[in-house]
C-alpha cells in the first residue's frame, strides 16, 4: 500500500505527484517535524509543523495519510512566507537536522528524493488553489482535538503514550462526530459517556523533551513511531 501527495483535486498528472511507501512516508513526516520544529519560531510556523505531526498514520490509519499541497493550512496574505519557511524546513531536513534524536538512520536515498520532489510541488503551488476555510476549520476542529490534552503533556512518557493510544482509537469518530461547532454541554455529556477526562485546551505549544519535536493531540511523531 501506498501514498501520494499532489497538488490540488485537479492536479490529475500523475507522473508528477510524490509517490511513497507507508514507510517512507513516515519517515518523510518524521523528519520535516524534527527540522521544523527546530526551525520555527513564529506561530504560522509552528502550526504548519503542527498540521504535519497529525498526518502520523499511526493514528489516521496506514495509508490514509496522503494530502495535497492546498491541504495545509495556508493563509493567502501570507502564503509566500509560509511557503518560504516550508522550503527552509525541507533544507534542514536535508542537513538531518534533529535526525539525533532517531533510534534509526533514515534511507537518505530515498528520503532526499522525498524531500526533492516535495519542493518541486512547491515551487509549482500557487495561491489561487488556497481556500483560506481549510486555516479556519482545521483551527476549529483542533479546538475539540486538543480539549483531550492535558497542559503538562511534554513528556514521552507512559501517559504521553497511552494519550496517543486514545487519539488512535477514536480520531474517526471524533473527526465524524465534531466536524462543526457544538457547544460545550454537548461535549462534556459525549466526552463522560466515552470515560475521556475534561482537560483544558492547553496554552501555546509543547514539544517533546526526549525528542524535541512540536506536538499535537496525537503527541509526538517519534514517540508514537517507537
Known amino acids: ?3 501520494s501527495i499532489c497538488l490540488h483535486r485537479d492536479h490529475k498528472n500523475v507522473e508528477e505527484w510524490l509517490g511513497m ?9 518524521t523528519v520535516i517535524v524534527l527540522s521544523g520544529s527546530r ?11 503542527q498540521w504535519f505531526v497529525e498526518r502520523d498514520d499511526t493514528v489516521r490509519g496506514r495509508g490514509c495519510n496522503g494530502f495535497d499541497i492546498c491541504d495545509i493550512p495556508w493563509e493567502k496574505e501570507t502564503f509566500e512566507k509560509e511557503r518560504q519557511f516550508l522550503l527552509k524546513v525541507l533544507d534542514g531536513a536535508k542537513a538531518k537536522l534533529g535526525w539525533e534524536v532517531l533510534s534509526y538512520q533514515p534511507n537518505e536515498d530515498f528520503v532526499f528524493r522525498y524531500l526533492e520532489k516535495f519542493e518541486t510541488l512547491l515551487l509549482n503551488f500557487t495561491s489561487e488553489y488556497i481556500d ?8 476549529e476542529d483542533n479546538k475539540i482535538l486538543e480539549s483531550l490534552v492535558p497542559k503538562d ?14 487519539a488512535r482509537h477514536h480520531f ?11 457547544d460545550d454541554d454537548e461535549y462534556d455529556d459525549w466526552a ?34 517507537m
Do not use: R
Not at 21 to 29: Q, R, T
Not at 172 to 182: A, G, P, R, S, V
Open 192 to 225: 463522560k459517556k466515552q470515560k475521556f477526562p475534561i482537560l483544558e485546551v492547553p496554552d501555546g505549544f509543547h514539544t517533546c523533551k526526549e525528542h524535541g519535536a512540536i506536538i499535537s493531540w496525537n503527541g509526538c511523531i517519534v514517540c508514537n513511531d
Open 21 to 29: 511507501s507507508n514507510g517512507g512516508m513516515a519517515v518523510f513526516l
Open 132 to 139: 483560506e476555510n481549510t486555516y479556519s476549520l482545521w483551527l
Open 172 to 182: 474517526e469518530e471524533l473527526t465524524i462526530k465534531f466536524k462543526k461547532y457544538i
Open 1 to 3: 500500500m501506498s501514498v
Open 39 to 49: 526551525l520555527a519560531i513564529k506561530k504560522k510556523e509552528k502550526e504548519i509543523i
Open 153 to 166: 503533556y511534554s513528556d514521552c512518557d507512559e501517559k504521553s503514550k497511552e494519550l496517543a493510544l486514545k
